[in-house]
């Protein structure tokens, strides 16, 4: 999936359905999984969240 502006776009039930077919790790694991390291790339800078216009 991609935006306007090409930019690739992260789907998260995507990334848990592959990551399940791949492994065979239960989806709440994976969903713990993806959600902490979510955090982390927030946490070093990776990600910024972008404020929603008011």
């Known amino acids: 999936m991609a935006t306007d502006n090409n930019a690739p776009v992260f789907n998260p039930d995507d990334a848990v359905q592959m990551i399940y077919e791949q492994t065979g790790v239960d989806k ?3 969903e713990k999984v ?3 390291e979510f955090d982390y790339m927030i946490k070093v800078g990776i990600v910024k969240l972008e404020e929603s216009p008011e």
């Open 28 to 30: 709440e694991t994976i």
């Open 34 to 36: 993806l959600d902490a």
